[in-house]
């Protein structure tokens, strides 16, 4: 498999149990981020690195039953040092309607391994 769209799947399960459940090594997961990672979530509030670590602390297990189910990557774009992927994010929770986002992440390769640098998201319409 791409090792991007690899990447996009592993980070979701962690994401997932992070907040879902409360389990998961998050230095590991804030690991997958670079230093200047840049997310632009649905809300339009531009997020840095200190802001998405700040709110994976304060959420962890805070979304109780979080299911994420990825669909359509995509790869946009790729080039010897990184790529662009596009994908649909799904998120269900027991207490919560059911949310879809279109999402375009830019990765880099640092020794091989794909690094989040900018994360661009958008609500899907019903």
Do not use: K
């Amino acid at each position: 498999m791409n090792p991007y769209f690899t990447e996009v799947i592993a980070a979701h399960v962690a994401i997932e149990n992070w907040l879902g459940q409360g389990s998961g090594d998050i230095q590991a997961l804030l690991n997958r981020f670079s230093a200047d990672f840049v997310m632009i979530p649905p809300t339009g509030r531009c997020m840095d690195m200190a802001s998405v670590s700040d709110f994976f602390l304060a959420q962890r297990g805070g979304r109780p039953g979080l299911a994420i189910v990825l669909e359509e990557l995509t790869l946009v774009e790729s080039w010897p040092g990184g790529a662009v992927v596009r994908y649909l994010e799904r998120q269900t929770r027991p207490d919560a309607a059911a949310t879809a986002r279109w999402s375009t992440a830019v990765f880099r390769l640092i020794d091989g391994h794909p690094q989040w640098v900018s994360l661009h998201e958008t609500w899907q319409n019903a």
